[in-house]
């Protein structure tokens, strides 16, 4: 079956530090991969996705690259800010699934001032 | 343009009470899709919908049922609540071209006592 499984949170930063959080996965077909964001209170926002190996997805200074050989997505900021404290979910959808989403956990980012 | 939206956003049952909860999209999409959030979780599949009239089980769909009679709507009923129906569901749709983005409702707070 399809899986997704991401970095354990909670995990806590100072503005302007360097974010990673980690994500593998693993999947029937070729998977398109995706990172949505879910801000407090709200539901869920498509932060940026790659449909294919090699491909990078950015968004808002947010990046992931499609890994194929290591079945990855790992999603990166150079410098985070205060406003990117929220939940983050990786995500994959395979070819021919309805574009059903298969979720990781989540992992919940607080940044501080 | 409203996106997704969810009706009620917040509802308290007791054991045993029904409850209908709508989802409302105005982007003409044909995918639809129930989800349920819960702590440590991730977002796990209820049922979705490919298109008006049909419907679909997804990864948790027991004790929960779900109609698409029009396009733009999608119910998703719970016959009989149980306190492990405690949760924050999520409506989300898609269109069917190829780009498989799903987007979603602001989630409906359901608690079962």
């Known amino acids: 079956g399809n899986s997704v499984t991401q970095m354990e949170g909670p995990v806590t930063l100072s503005e302007e530090a360097f974010l990673t959080i980690n994500c593998t996965y693993t999947?029937?077909?070729?998977?398109?991969l995706f990172w949505y964001v879910q801000y407090p209170g709200e539901g869920l926002q498509l932060l940026l996705k790659?449909?294919?190996?090699?491909d990078k997805g950015s968004n808002k200074g947010f990046e992931a690259t499609y890994r194929k050989e290591t079945t990855s997505f790992h999603l990166e900021k150079g410098s985070v800010q205060v406003s990117d404290s929220a939940v983050y979910f990786c995500?994959?959808?395979?070819?021919?699934?309805?574009?059903?989403?298969?979720f990781g956990k989540g992992t919940l980012l607080t940044v501080n001032p | 343009n409203a996106g997704v939206t969810q009706t009620p956003k917040f509802r308290v049952l007791k054991t045993g009470q029904s409850m209908t909860l709508l989802c409302a999209q105005d982007?003409?999409?044909?995918?639809m899709y129930w989800y349920r959030q819960d702590p440590g979780m991730g977002l796990r599949l209820i049922h979705y919908?490919?298109?008006?009239?049909?419907?679909a089980k997804g990864e948790v769909p027991d004790g929960y049922n779900v109609s698409r009679l029009k396009k733009q709507n999608f119910l998703l009923g719970l016959e009989s609540a149980a306190p492990s129906q405690t949760s924050v569901y999520f409506c989300?749709?898609?269109?069917?071209?190829?780009?498989?983005?799903?987007?979603f409702g602001p989630g409906t707070r359901l608690t079962v006592l």
């Open positions: 995500a994959l959808s395979v070819q021919g699934s309805n574009y059903k989403l298969t």
């Open positions: 999947a029937t077909g070729y998977p398109s």
């Open positions: 790659a449909t294919k190996a090699d």
């Open positions: 982007m003409n999409h044909e995918y």
């Open positions: 919908s490919v298109g008006e009239g049909t419907t």
């Open positions: 989300a749709s898609a269109r069917d071209r190829g780009y498989n983005e799903q987007f």
